[in-house]
């Protein structure tokens, strides 16, 4: 079945240091990725998506994430987290060619220490 | 509207009830999602409309839930004879719904939050 794991459910890290948070997808060919922010209080935003092409796709907010087809891997980075980057997170797929629904990992809650 | 909205933001109703969630999707957009979210979890898809096609009804967790959708605006989803599993934040998407990557890029509105008490 097709399923999306993000294996860090929490993460803690400090103000300024880096960041990857990880997911991996399961199915049999290459699907459509995108990670999502949701912050207290708000709807999902996205962050930034791969349909093809350059494996490393830069988003909004200084994000960016690397798919390794290797891997099933589609991780995301931050070279310096801010304060304000503390929310969850949530990986998702779209099996390439269906009507566009969305399966999403569980999320990975970041805090940002000072 | 400059964004996808639902109402209300907070239900809370008895079990046994039946609710009514509305969402206005972004003016234009022809695609319509429902997913829900249960605390702690990721989002399940729900149902799925894109313009006069039939839905994809193919989340719906059982025949309790049931949506609707007028013409490219508004949506309603209806959950008969609630029960307390289905107490989660419910979140509505639209997309532009044509061409290979516009109909993956959703935008969600807030969610509307119920509670079967």
């Known amino acids: 079945a097709q399923s999306v794991t993000q294996p860090d459910i929490h993460i803690t890290v400090s103000e300024g240091a880096s960041l990857e948070l990880r997911c991996n997808y399961s199915y049999g060919a290459t699907p459509y990725l995108f990670w999502y922010v949701q912050s207290p209080g708000q709807g999902l935003q996205l962050l930034l998506k791969?349909?093809?092409?350059?494996?490393l796709v830069q988003g909004i907010k200084g994000f960016e994430a690397e798919f390794k087809r290797s891997q099933s891997s589609f991780n995301l980075r931050k070279p310096s987290v801010h304060w304000s980057d503390a929310a969850e997170y949530f990986c998702a797929v779209a099996p390439s060619g269906n009507t566009g629904k969305l399966i999403f990992g569980q999320g990975t809650t970041l805090q940002v220490k000072p | 509207g400059a964004g996808v909205s639902q109402s209300p933001s907070n239900k809370v109703t008895e079990k046994g009830k039946d609710v009514e969630l509305r969402c206005d999707p972004i003016?234009?957009?022809?695609?319509l999602y429902w997913y829900r979210q249960r605390l702690g979890q990721g989002l399940e898809f729900l149902i799925y409309f894109q313009g006069n096609s039939a839905p994809d009804k193919s989340g719906l967790p059982s025949d309790r839930f049931s949506a609707e959708r007028t013409g490219e605006s508004v949506s309603t989803l209806t959950i008969q004879r609630t029960q307390q599993e289905d107490s989660a934040v419910y979140l509505c998407a639209s997309s532009a719904g044509r061409g290979q990557g516009s109909r993956y890029e959703q935008y969600f509105g807030p969610g509307t939050r119920l509670t079967v008490t």
């Open positions: 003016s234009g957009h022809t695609a």
């Open positions: 791969y349909f093809s092409g350059d494996t």
